[in-house]
């Protein structure tokens, strides 16, 4: 049984003055995929949707249960 979930994470569009609070955000994302990693989830689209103030990525992941 193949089981899909999304995480979704705002990113703010900054002025160059301001990077590192893209650039923590980033980060965060990278954490939090990479604990969806570890416990067997697999990446599998990644889209970006543009705002004024912020980009959104929707991660969508996937992994597989055994059938019981």
């Given at each position: 049984m193949?089981?899909?979930?999304?995480?979704?994470?705002?990113?703010?569009?900054?002025?160059?003055?301001?990077?590192?609070r893209q650039v923590r955000k980033l980060g965060?994302?990278?954490?939090?995929l990479a604990g969806f990693g570890r416990n067997?989830?697999?990446?599998?689209h990644t889209a970006t949707v543009p705002?004024?103030?912020f980009v959104m990525f929707v991660d969508t992941l996937?992994?597989?249960?055994?059938?019981?």
């Open positions: 193949q089981q899909i979930a999304t995480v979704t994470t705002a990113v703010p569009v900054v002025e160059e003055g301001q990077l590192q965060e994302r990278d954490q939090e067997g989830w697999a990446l599998t705002g004024p103030e996937t992994r597989h249960q055994p059938e019981q």
